[in-house]
C-alpha cells in the first residue's frame, strides 16, 4: 500500500508556470512507474505523462508533449511535474497515480493507487 499527496496546483496565467509535486508513503517508492493524470470538468481522467522507476525515462501525452517534464527524486520518494507555457486548456485536476508494472502506462485502470488530486486553474 502507498499513500500519494499531491500539491502545487494553484491559479496561473495563460503562458505562466506551476510546479506540481507527489510526495508518498512508505519505503518502496523506487518499486513504482509513477503517473501523471489530469481531469477537466465534464471530462475523462487523461494520461499526462509518466516517468519509470529509475527516472531514465518518461513519456508524455502529445498535449503537453515539450511543455511539460515530469522528474522524480527517489530519495525524497517524490515525482513533479514541470508545467510551462500553460494554455487555457490544461485548467484541471491533476492526480498522480503509482503502478507496479515497470512500463510507462498510459490506462488508468494500470495505476492501482491514487493521490487525491490538486487543481490547476489557467486564466487568459
Known amino acids: 500500500q502507498v499513500e500519494l499527496v499531491e500539491s502545487g496546483g494553484g491559479l496561473v496565467q495563460a503562458g505562466g508556470s506551476l510546479r506540481l509535486s507527489c510526495t508518498t508513503s512508505g519505503r518502496t517508492f523506487t518499486t513504482y512507474t509513477m503517473g501523471w493524470f489530469r481531469q477537466a470538468p465534464g471530462k475523462e481522467r487523461e494520461f499526462v505523462g509518466g516517468?519509470?522507476?529509475?527516472?531514465?525515462?518518461?513519456l508524455y501525452a502529445d498535449s503537453v508533449k515539450g511543455r511539460f517534464t515530469i522528474s522524480r527524486d527517489n530519495a525524497k520518494n517524490t515525482v513533479y511535474l514541470q508545467m510551462n507555457s500553460l494554455k487555457r486548456e490544461d485548467t484541471a485536476v491533476y492526480y498522480c497515480a503509482a503502478g507496479v508494472p515497470p512500463l510507462i502506462m498510459t490506462l488508468k485502470s494500470s495505476y492501482p493507487y491514487w493521490g487525491q488530486g490538486t487543481q490547476v486553474t489557467v486564466s487568459l
Open positions: 516517468i519509470t522507476r529509475s527516472g531514465d525515462s518518461a
